[in-house]
Structure formats: C-alpha cells, structure tokens
C-alpha cells in the first residue's frame, strides 16, 4: 500500500518560494502517476499539477503554469512541487496524490476523482 508524506508548507510572503516534498513508502513510486492538488475552505480540490511515471509528461493548471515545476526522483521515491513567485491566491492545504499506472504510457491525470493514494496535507500561507 502506498503512503505519501507532504512536507514544506509554511507562511510566506507575496513573491517568494516555496518547495514542497512528498515522501512516498511502501511501494515504488515509479509504478504511480502522480500530482500536486490544493484546496480552500468551500471550494473543491484543485489538481494543479500532475507528472508521469518517469517523470517525462507534466501538466500545469492554467492558474500555476509558469511559476510552479513538478519533479519527481524515483530512485529517492519522492515527488516535488517548486512553487516561485507566490501570490495570495495559493493560500490552500496542498495535498499530494497517486493513481496506478496501467501501462508504460499511462498519462497523469489531475482529476482528484482518479487518484487512489492521497497524503494528509501542508498548509500554504500567502500574505504580506
């Protein structure tokens, strides 16, 4: 059973950095899409991101494209989320998730409804 691990999360100022990491156990990341979701209090959970299985394919949602970078390193079973120029509006909990690739060509989805594996979550703070 695969088990993911955020980390990073924190308070920070409008224009700066953040990187969050997700630690994956119990099973090698290299068999899962995985990617990067955020919710808000009364709104639904945003995928933003998602990266394939050797890392090669990623997809950006049009409100992060451009600042953030998804990574992954499969030999350390762990998956990334580079976050630059923050604003207000990526104030959320970020959560990291996991679906089975069926294939060697299994695109990532960052539809929340398809993935089986979900972390517990690091908050974000944005605010001056």
């Known amino acids: 059973q695969l088990q993911l691990v955020e980390s990073g999360g924190g308070l920070v100022q409008p224009g700066a950095s953040l990187r969050l990491t997700c630690a994956a156990s119990?099973?090698?990341?290299?068999?899962?899409?995985v990617g990067w979701f955020r919710q808000v209090p009364g709104k639904a959970r945003e995928g933003i991101s998602c990266?394939?299985?050797?890392?090669?394919?990623?997809f950006y949602a049009d409100s992060v494209r451009g600042r953030f970078t998804i990574f992954r390193d499969n030999a350390k079973n762990m998956l990334y989320l580079q976050m630059d120029s923050l604003k207000p509006e990526d104030t959320a909990v970020y959560y990291c998730?996991?679906?089975?690739?069926?294939?060697?060509?299994?695109?990532?989805?960052?539809?929340?409804?398809?993935?089986?594996?979900w972390g517990k979550g690091t908050r974000v703070a944005v605010s001056p």
């Open positions: 990266i394939s299985g050797g890392g090669g394919v990623s």
């Open positions: 998730a996991a679906e089975t690739m069926h294939g060697p060509y299994y695109a990532c989805s960052r539809d929340y409804q398809r993935q089986e594996f």
């Open positions: 119990g099973s090698p990341l290299e068999h899962y899409a």
